[in-house]
C-alpha cells in the first residue's frame, strides 16, 4: 500500500519570494512521484516527475523538487513566485499497479 | 470532504468488447469531470473533459468514437472505451473540479486499471 500527504492545504506567498509545497509519501516499493498543476476549469498539468533517475528534478515554469528517501519527502520548490502560479498542486506517488494523490495545495500569490 | 466514486476499480476484458467506466460525486454535484489515463511509469494524460447536459471537449488525439463520455446527470459521468484493443489497457481516472460546498478541493476517483485480453 502507498500513499501520500501534502502538509499544507493552503499556502500563500508574495510574488517574487520563494515556494515550498511539502509532500511526504509512504510506498512499499521504488515509487515514481510527480507533481501536477491545476488552475481553475483546466485539466493537471505535468510540472515534473521522479522515476528513480536524478534525486533533484527540474519542471517547467522553474519548478524543482528533490527525492529524500530518508525524510520520504518530494518537496516542489520554486525560487520566486509569479502571480501565475496561482493553482491548485497535487503530489501523486505510483508504481505500475496503483496511484495516490494528495490532498492538493492551493498556492496563493499576493502581488 | 467531497468524495468521487468510480468504479470499477480493476477490469479485464476480451478484445473487441466495450467497458464502461463509473464516476459518481457523492455528496455534491460535478458539472465538470476530467478524464485521464496512465501509462506505467508515465504521467497522467488528460483525455476530455464532460460536461454535465452537453458534449465533452476530448484533447488532440484522443478518438472520441473509441472513448464515449456521458455526463447525464450532475452526479454521474461515464466513459466506455468500445472495441477495446490491449492497446487501451491502462489506468483510467476521473476528476471533479470543487463542487459548490466551501472548503471543497479538486476530487479524484480511485482509478481503473483496465487489461484488455
Known amino acids: 500500500a502507498q500513499s501520500v500527504t501534502q502538509l499544507d492545504s493552503h499556502v500563500s506567498v508574495s510574488e517574487g519570494t520563494p515556494v515550498l509545497l511539502r509532500c511526504n509519501y509512504s510506498s512499499s516499493y521504488s515509487p515514481s512521484l510527480f507533481w501536477y498543476v491545476q488552475h481553475p476549469n483546466k485539466g493537471l498539468q505535468l510540472l515534473l516527475k521522479y522515476t528513480s533517475a536524478a534525486t533533484l528534478v527540474k519542471g517547467i515554469n522553474g519548478f524543482e523538487a528533490e527525492f529524500k528517501k530518508s525524510e520520504t519527502s518530494f518537496h516542489l520548490t520554486k525560487p520566486s513566485a509569479h502571480m501565475s502560479d496561482a493553482a491548485e498542486y497535487f503530489c501523486?506517488?505510483?508504481?505500475?499497479?496503483?496511484?495516490?494523490f494528495g490532498a492538493g495545495t492551493r498556492l496563493t500569490v499576493k502581488p | 470532504g467531497a468524495v468521487v466514486s468510480q468504479h470499477p476499480s480493476r477490469v479485464i476484458c476480451k478484445s473487441g468488447t466495450s467497458v464502461k467506466i463509473e464516476c459518481r460525486s457523492l455528496?455534491?454535484?460535478?458539472?465538470?469531470m476530467f478524464w485521464y489515463r496512465q501509462f506505467p511509469k508515465q504521467s497522467l494524460m488528460l483525455m476530455a473533459t464532460s460536461n454535465e447536459g452537453s458534449k465533452a471537449t476530448y484533447e488532440q488525439g484522443v478518438e472520441k468514437d473509441k472513448f464515449l463520455i456521458n455526463h447525464a446527470s450532475l452526479t454521474l459521468s461515464t466513459l466506455t472505451v468500445t472495441s477495446a484493443h490491449p492497446e487501451d489497457s491502462s489506468f483510467y481516472i476521473c476528476?471533479?473540479?470543487?463542487?459548490?460546498?466551501?472548503?471543497?478541493?479538486?476530487?479524484f476517483g480511485s482509478g481503473t486499471r483496465l487489461t484488455v485480453v
Open positions: 455528496d455534491f454535484q460535478a458539472t465538470t
Open positions: 476528476s471533479a473540479p470543487p463542487g459548490t460546498g466551501v472548503g471543497y478541493g479538486y476530487t
Open positions: 501523486v506517488v505510483s508504481n505500475n499497479n496503483d496511484m495516490r
